[in-house]
């Protein structure tokens, strides 16, 4: 009761308000906020910082840059769906921070693109050597078995590809990547395509920062062959899916592509199918699906594991 009075105590005024119907759009740094609402910036901390202590927010630090979203747990996450159900959306003051918001977004997106076109030339080369990617995604949702699920993970998002393949089946995919560069290219897709139900935030493969069993499926979409250390970051998925859970992975097979290597910084010329399986299986995880993809110099491997339900044979 106390915690419930305590994040409708923080919710009802003005422009706490408007950072709600703001961020059920999307997170935002605290910047972004001041711009929209044109007040100072302690201002707008101080409503952050009492929306964050009764639990109607989250804080995130991303290098220099400090991001809110709404929790999307306990009591603030179902006050946060009720209260955005009711609020005008045909005010005139919510209107206008709309269109603000909109032209932020522009914004992000055109200078993310601008780092994505500078490095487009590399991805395309590397696409060029395998499969064509609507396959792989194709295969990929085949193996999942196209069942909608509540939450998931996707382990070095990059553009945020995977989350938006993924995003009609989960009520809440989150997106992990260690470049900054990678979320703000990752963010400005996510906001263009109005993927509501998908964040994106800076971490690592090998601690995720979310709390053990929480996750239906994680995946791993070309990113183990950065790893130095590839059991320890499929240990790490292990801790985070629930029992029954699933984690996919898709990767390349072995190969002999030295540049991808020294150009690319890729750690490792793809991975053989068992050795893909001893690591998870000594992770704890369960073989249920593999399957290979040709049609290029490499080939794609998707693997697919689950997390044994305590108990069950
Ligand atoms: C080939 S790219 C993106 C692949 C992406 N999953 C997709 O489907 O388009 C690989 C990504 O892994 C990220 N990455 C590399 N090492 C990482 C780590 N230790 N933790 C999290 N992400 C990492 C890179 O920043 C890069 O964005």
């Known amino acids: ?65 400090v991001f809110y979203r709404l929790a999307d747990r306990g009591v603030g996450a179902a006050l946060n769906t009720a209260l955005l159900e009711l609020v005008p959306e045909d005010d005139v003051t919510l209107r ?15 200078k993310a693109q601008d780092y994505f076109r500078a490095n487009a030339a590399e991805w395309d080369q590397i696409r060029s050597l395998y499969v064509a990617e609507e396959e792989v995604e194709q295969a990929l949702l085949e193996v999942q ?24 089946l989960a009520a809440h ?15 400005g897709n996510l906001a263009h395509k109005g993927l509501e139900n998908c964040q994106v935030r800076q971490g690592d493969m090998y601690d995720l920062s979310v709390d053990d069993e929480s996750q239906d499926l994680v995946l791993f979409h070309q990113v183990l062959h950065f790893a130095d250390d590839p059991a320890r970051a499929l240990k790490e998925a292990t801790r985070v899916l629930r029992s029954g859970g699933m984690l996919l992975i898709a990767d390349f097979a072995p190969h002999k592509e030295e540049f991808l290597r020294d150009e690319q910084a890729h750690r490792r010329l793809g991975f053989a199918d068992d050795e893909i399986a001893a690591m998870a299986m000594g992770a704890g995880l369960e073989q249920t699906d593999l399957r290979h993809l040709d049609g290029g110099k490499l080939r794609v491997t998707i693997w697919r594991f689950e997390k044994p339900v305590a108990g069950k044979e």
């Open 1 to 65: 009761m106390e915690q419930f009075l305590a994040a409708l105590r923080a919710a009802s005024e003005a422009t706490r308000l408007r950072i709600l119907a703001l961020l059920g759009k999307g997170e935002l740094t605290v910047g972004e906020l001041v711009d929209i609402l044109e007040q100072s910036q302690p201002r707008v901390s101080r409503h952050l910082k009492l929306m964050g202590e009764a639990g109607i927010l989250d804080r995130f630090q991303e290098g220099t840059q």
């Open 96 to 110: 206008s921070d709309r269109r603000l918001l909109d032209n932020i977004r522009a914004e992000r997106f055109a």
């Open 145 to 168: 078995g196209g069942k909608p699920f509540a939450r998931m993970l996707d382990v070095g998002t990059g553009t945020g590809r995977m989350l938006d393949v993924f995003s009609p």
């Open 173 to 187: 995919a989150v997106g992990v990547d260690v470049s900054r560069e990678m979320l703000a290219v990752a963010r």
